[in-house]
Structures are given as structure tokens and as C-alpha cells.
């Protein structure tokens, strides 16, 4: 039997001697993206996403469409702007509209940052999650998966809606409970039917939720796994193979010096 010594687990397994391992891998390296942006480096288009939600135009800018960036910068401020215009006369229709102009055109350049970055292969599996991340169903389309679009979009479209319908009933019943009218229902009743809708109004949240990330998930794995090639050629192997310990150089102490070889047995799948 092979006998460890509590010196094996100091050892330094490196192919590269005194280099040291980083294990921990950075988020986002703010270095590496302003390079990007002044072109003395690359990125990937999640990076460039990444950095785009707080850089405002930076895909434009790592993409070289500096036209853009007049209509990303001119429709938020003027988003911003209006809204803010707006609310201090009062109208707060007026004002939501400008404020939901500045979140279109915020969208609008995430978007089409992600549509301009051209990858050297197809499907790119970042490009298809941040396609469903922006807009559900988008991932399927580029992944060329039609026939999920009616899925995901019946699950969230459906949930939502169903949400939309729990939380007027929810909305409805609480007030009648909390003003304590009893002409039509007594306040029990309404309190039954307020916590009822409230409970169906947030299981309907949920599965709107889950149908969102799912699409997303499904999205990123199936253009991960479109060149994966499935094939009816399975078979196995069993032949008799000598196993040889393999030990690192001027290293004796994990199996306590002794490397003999061993007759063993080989299993093989091929798939």
C-alpha cells in the first residue's frame, strides 16, 4: 500500500518552477478595458458590456462607431433632462415618457454595442446571453432556435399578464379591507381574498421571473453545444494495460519511494 507522508502535500507540482498561482480570476479589470477603449488591447463583447453600463458609449467607442455616440449621449440627457423639466410643471405623464425615452436610448446603445461586435466564430455564446439578457427570445433567434420563441414567450407573456390581473384584484381587496366597508363583504372575506390574490400575484412574479432567466440559460448552453456532435458510434473497450505511478521529479514522498509498476486493467468509451 502506498503510505503518504505529510511532506507530499508541501510539494510544488508547478511546470514552471517559483511561479506563483493566481486562483483568483478578476471580475472586471478597469485597466485592461480603458486599453480597450484606446485600442492597445482586445476584449470580449461581455467585457465590453460589462463596462458599457457604467461607461456610457464605450461599446460604441471599443467598436469604432463614434457617430453613435451623439444619439446615445443627446437621447439620455434630453431623457433626463425633460423628465426632470417636466415633473417641476407637474405633468408627470409628460415627465414618465422622457424618463422612459432615457432608459430606451440607455437600452438602445447596450443593444447596439452587442449587434456591432463581430466575433471571429458563430454562435457566440456571450452574444446569445446578452441578446436574452436585453431582450427575451432574442438569444433563440440568433442561435436560429425558432421553434422555443412561442415557449419562453407564452411563459413570460402568460405569467405576466396573470400578474398584472392578481395584483388589480389584490390592489382591490386590500382597500376595501383597510377602508372597512361591509356593504357587499364582510372584512374577513375581503382579508381571505386580499391575502389570496397577493400569494397568486407573486407566484405569478415568479414563474414570470423563472421564464426570463430560463430563456437566458437556455440561450447560453445551446450555443455553447452547437458544434457538439452526437453520433450512434458507441462502443467500449477492456484490455489488460500495466500502470506505471507517475511520480514529479526529485519527489519520493507520495508514495513513499516505492513506483513500482502494476498490472492493471484499461476501460475505454468511445462516443
Known sequence: MAQFKEEAFSQNYSDVEGEEA???DKIFD??????ALGHKTTMDVATSFEGSLICLGGMQIYNKDYWKLPFVYGGIAAGIGGGIWFNDKGNELASA???AGAALSYWGSLMDGVISYEPSDWPNPQKATLYSLLLPGLGQIYNREF???????GIIIGSGSYYIKFKENFERFRAIYNSGDTTYISAETAKY?????RRYRDYALLFTFAGYLLQVIDANVFAYMHDFEISDDLSMRISPTLITPQ???NNHYALGGNAAPALGVGLSFRF
Open 193 to 197: 381574498y386580499k391575502d389570496l390574490y
Open 247 to 249: 511520480i514529479p521529479t
Open 22 to 24: 493566481d486562483t483568483t
Open 97 to 99: 415618457l422622457c424618463y
Open 30 to 35: 478597469v485597466k485592461k478595458y480603458v486599453k
Open 147 to 153: 421553434w422555443k420563441l412561442p415557449l419562453y414567450w
